[in-house]
C-alpha cells in the first residue's frame, strides 16, 4: 500500500473528501459506490465492484433479480437445469 501523501480530517457526520487528484487518478466520480474494507488497523476504500453471489468471482457479472451471478455460475446452473 503505497500512501498518498494526503491528510483530511474527519467531520463531525464522519465523512471525509477525497481529493480530486485521486478522484481522477481512480477514475471515481459522484455517485459511484465505495467498498470499505478493513485490513488489520487499516481502512482501505475501493470503488467497488459487484461479486458472484456463489463464488466471488468479479468477471463477468450480471445482475438477475438483484442479485450478482458470474457467467461461470451461470453456465453450471443451466447445465444442471438441462438434466433435470
Do not use: W
Amino acid at each position: 500500500m503505497k500512501p498518498a501523501g494526503v491528510v483530511r480530517k474527519v467531520d463531525q457526520l464522519g465523512r471525509i473528501v477525497l481529493p480530486k487528484s485521486l478522484r481522477k487518478r481512480y477514475q471515481m466520480n459522484e455517485g459511484d459506490p465505495v467498498e470499505i474494507l478493513v485490513q488489520g488497523d487499516h481502512i482501505i476504500l475501493e470503488r467497488y465492484r459487484p461479486k458472484c453471489v456463489f463464488c466471488g468471482n468479479m468477471d463477468g457479472v450480471s445482475e438477475f433479480k438483484e442479485r450478482h451471478i458470474c457467467n461461470v455460475c451461470l453456465t453450471e446452473m443451466n447445465m444442471l437445469k438441462a438434466k433435470v
